[in-house]
Nanobody
Framework: QVQLVESGGGLMQAGGSLRLSCAAS????????MGWYRQAPGKQRELVAT???????NYADSVKGRFTISRDSGESTVYLQMNSLKPEDTGVYYC????????????WGQGTQVTVSA
């Protein structure tokens, strides 16, 4: 099994910055895709950003130019640097280890709350 533990959420004013971290442990398989999704109240979970083992990244249009996803050299920790935060960035942010492309399933963290005040 894979365990994912997020940290770094909190309350921030609009225009501020937060950095989320997600540490993966257990039976980590490779190749894989790690990433962040978020879910606002009353809305569906949506993709925020992903990163491959080769450090190829993908971002939702709404966060391009403001958020940066990265992973450590051991590829077991993924980060999300969030700058120029907006109230619409508010939600629960979930870390994921996605192996569906390689028939390994998808794993999720417990989520961390990000609240951006106007």
């Amino acid at each position: 099994q894979v365990q994912l533990v997020e940290s770094g959420g909190g309350l921030m004013q609009a225009g501020g910055s937060l950095r989320l971290s997600c540490a993966a442990s257990g039976s980590i398989f490779r190749p894989n895709l790690m990433g962040w999704y978020r879910q606002a109240p009353g809305k569906q979970r949506e993709l925020v950003a992903t990163i491959t083992n080769g450090d190829n990244t993908n971002y939702a249009d709404s966060v391009k130019g403001r958020f940066t996803i990265s992973r450590d050299s051991g590829e077991s920790t993924v980060y999300l640097q969030m700058n120029s935060l907006k109230p619409e960035d508010t939600g629960v942010y979930y870390c994921t280890l996605d192996g569906r492309r390689w028939l390994r399933g998808q794993f999720w963290g417990q989520g961390t709350q990000v609240t951006v005040s106007a």
